[in-house]
């Protein structure tokens, strides 16, 4: 049992440790976002990394998935006979819940990963070493540029994935329910002006769809760059960061989101 207890206080004390060293590196990365030199280079670098490049993907989920939820929602409304509200359906989870979560976990997996890796390896090469003996810190060169870029980039993945699943969900209303196009979109429109405005100029369901990838993108950022300074071992440690990037990202991302609905609720009153 001492022995046991021990193991136990170990553990328990690295954790705390761990989460400490987290907050430490979000708040210097954000620190260092208002201080001399800008590396504005990489800044666009990273936004093309993680904008431009996970693209397709967040197209082909978005797509598909809006496609999914007309088809699934229009076998349930015809049972009420009420397939004229599947635009409003489809428009109201896009934006406000499976624009954004699907956006982030998509980013976590593709883009989370390979920071982790990439940061990874230059830990265990000792390239960040020779950072730190040229005077430059690794957390404004390395970290600053892809929180930045993430809390820039998963925003606009998350319009570009909401719009193009509202246009798969109402290439099945035409084609399988035989709702116009015209009368979809203005269900659609009628959902989002529905839930009121913001400084009576933008919906609400936009302010909840653009608040929550702000932090996603940050999540995944900060927690990539994390895993990746902390690695160790070698390149089966490059692997092990790699893994918990993706895991980490994607619980925090999950729980974070019922957390940010619930505040959004409140404040917003929809």
């Known amino acids: 049992m001492p022995a046991f207890a021990a193991r136990l206080n170990a553990a328990a004390k690295a954790k705390v440790a761990g989460v400490q060293s987290y907050l ?16 504005a ?65 998509m980013v976590a997996g593709r883009v989370g990963s390979g920071v982790a890796a990439q940061i990874g390896s230059m830990r265990v090469t000792e390239q960040i070493d020779a950072l730190n003996t040229l005077g ?35 290439l099945i209303a035409r084609l399988y329910v035989g709702l116009p196009t015209s009368f979809y979109w203005q269900t659609v429109w009628e959902q989002l002006r529905g839930n009121g405005f913001t400084f009576g100029i933008v919906p609400n369901d936009f302010i909840q769809g653009l608040v929550k990838p702000i932090v996603f993108g940050g999540i995944i950022a900060t927690t990539a760059c994390y895993q990746g300074l902390a690695t160790s071992g070698g390149t089966e440690g490059v692997g092990v960061a790699t893994t918990r990037t993706v895991v980490t990202s994607s619980i925090a991302i999950l729980v974070s989101d019922y957390f940010l609905t619930q505040i959004l609720l409140s404040l917003l009153g929809t």
């Open 24 to 39: 430490a590196l979000v708040f210097n990365a954000l620190r260092f976002i208002f201080a001399r030199p800008f590396y």
């Open 41 to 105: 280079g990489d800044l666009v670098q990273q936004m093309d990394a993680m904008g431009v490049q996970s693209l397709g993907i967040v197209l082909l989920t978005g797509f598909f998935t809006g496609m999914v939820l007309a088809l699934q929602s229009s076998v349930q409304l015809r049972t009420f006979g009420a397939t004229q509200y599947i635009g409003s359906l489809v428009s109201a989870s896009m934006v406000r819940e499976l624009g954004p979560v699907l956006a982030g976990l």
């Open 136 to 170: 430059t810190d690794p957390i404004k060169k390395l970290v600053t540029p892809r929180v930045l870029a993430g809390v820039i980039m998963l925003p606009v993945l998350t319009v570009i994935n909401d719009l193009v699943g509202i246009l798969g969900g109402n």
